[in-house]
């Protein structure tokens, strides 16, 4: 019987990691593996800055889940996610006739409308609509209600068009094919916010190790999304600058490490072991340890839209490996305005696993299993053979190149979280030119067709051919007569 999974893969700073895993009819979902490779080397900031550094570790992640599944793997499932990615609003305004019906074609060009605005050195990831303003009102779903005027008011997803080329370009690099690419902020979103919190308003907090992911929600509706390029390594880099090891100032945060220490619970004589020889005041190490976080603090919080302020209900959700120090939630009472704050250790669907990254429920694996339960298709492709050559032949899906052999129109995927490929993009503009070329004859015949009628009509009513008509009928006439 073929086998069936799904694989995902995130580029984290400090690691890559890839999970295969399938789901359940009770919408479970067991994990079958999970490997890590280690992507400092390679990935900064959550983007990729050495193309051949990260094709060697995606090509070993693939080797080592195939090992493990006995299977090959025909395509994946990517997040997007890292340094540059924020959001822009944009307003696309209509004009229309007096007690024009909003169509649902109105709202798709409205739509293309806003896809097509260029931004220097930025690709536009996903467009997320806020709302529609049918002359003074604005509504969700504008579609059946008269108007002179229509306003699409859109949130657009950008990240720089070197770092979205780069990571397309490993991935081909490295033969696999992308079943689906999403925007990781998204995915972990709906893997760990309620409906209640979105709907009420909240901000999501991701605290990675170079960079700290920030996502405002209201109304159901990504109001949005900016990347921080500061987390747990910058705290870690703070104390090492104690001329202390990288990797020793690393164990130290995690031993001692704490959001927030209480002024009288602070002892000035304890000192701190680094290693066997030296150590550091206990004050000191919490003052470098807490001066970081509240920046990183006092930056998220500058994010959040003065207008979404005060209908934050659903408070703050904190999630990620910074997430885990000890006091997280009181720094962050102290740093912001918002006294409920709440730290999403884990995902809000079932996951049946006996791996200690998954059991551990330390906030670490949440994008990678919101990336997983975003799949829907199977990724296996051959089980390996057992015979001595170890031939496997093709892949029994016909391998991610058939992926999407007929490009989805932009509003099909838009406000999904749902990134095109490189070559999916491609795909779409070549049929959108065919399309305008299609369309571009069509009218350039209409138009030929309409000059030489008007041509026509010129020469039956010039003065030569009335002329020449009348004398034509007048001899005709007198042959009449004659005969």
């Known amino acids: 019987m073929p086998k069936e999974f799904i694989v995902a893969i995130e580029l984290g700073s400090s690691k890559m990691t890839g999970i295969a895993g399938k789901k359940n009819l009770d919408g479970s979902v067991s994990v079958l593996a999970v490997v890590k490779e280690d992507s400092t080397s390679c990935i900064r900031n959550g983007v990729v800055y050495n193309i051949d550094k990260t094709v060697v570790c995606l090509t070993n992640i693939i080797k080592r889940l195939e090992t493990t599944l006995k299977a090959k793997i025909s395509h994946v499932y990517v997040g997007v996610g890292g340094q540059s990615i924020r959001s822009v609003r944009n307003v696309i305004v209509k004009e229309l006739p007096a007690d024009t019906t909003v169509s649902t074609e109105m709202i798709n060009e409205l739509m293309d409308a806003n896809r097509i605005q260029t931004y220097p050195d930025q690709e536009i990831l996903d467009a997320v609509t806020q709302e529609y303003r049918v002359d003074q009102q604005y509504q969700l ?117 704490c959001a927030f220490t209480d002024n009288s619970d602070i002892d000035n004589n304890l000192m701190l072991n680094i290693d066997q020889e030296r150590s550091i005041e206990s004050r000191k190490f919490i ?33 990620g490996g910074g997430s885990n120090m000890k006091n997280i939630e009181k720094a962050f009472r102290n740093h912001t305005p918002i006294e409920k704050i709440r730290v999403a250790k884990f995902v809000n669907f079932t996951v049946n696993s006996s791996n200690n990254d998954i059991t551990d429920h330390n906030g670490m694996m949440n994008t990678i299993l919101g990336l997983l339960e975003k799949g829907d298709m199977n990724c296996a492709g051959d089980e390996f053979s057992n015979d001595l050559f170890g031939t496997t032949g093709e892949s029994s899906n016909g391998g991610g190149s058939d992926l999407h052999k007929t490009p989805r129109s932009l509003n099909e995927i838009s406000g999904r979280g749902i990134v095109q490929t490189e070559d999916e993009k491609k795909k779409a503009e070549e049929a959108a030119r065919q399309a305008a070329e299609e369309e571009a004859e069509r009218i350039r015949q209409e138009e030929a067709a309409k000059a030489e009628l008007i041509r026509q009509q010129k020469r039956e009513n010039s003065l030569g051919h009335k002329v020449v008509k009348g004398l034509k009928s007048f001899f005709t006439k007198m042959v009449e007569e004659e005969e």
């Open 287 to 319: 003052d470098i340890v807490e001066g970081r976080l509240q920046e990183i603090i006092e930056n998220v919080w500058f994010q959040v839209p003065n207008e979404y302020v005060d209908k934050l209900l659903g408070g703050i959700v904190l999630t």
């Open 141 to 257: 779903d504008p579609v059946g209600i008269q108007c002179n005027r229509l306003e699409g008011n859109f949130l657009n997803i950008l990240w720089r068009k070197t770092f979205y080329r780069n990571l397309n370009k490993c991935f081909e690099q490295a033969g696999i094919s992308i079943a689906e690419m999403y925007l990781a902020p998204l995915a972990l979103a709906d893997s760990v916010l309620t409906e209640t919190e979105k709907r009420s308003g909240c901000v999501l907090v991701d605290l990675g190790a170079d960079t700290t992911t920030v996502s405002v929600y209201f109304k159901n509706i990504l109001r949005h999304l900016a990347v921080i390029p500061l987390g747990g390594s910058n705290i870690t880099k703070d104390i090492a600058s104690m001329q202390i090891e990288e990797h020793d100032a690393e164990n130290m945060k995690l031993k001692y490490g």
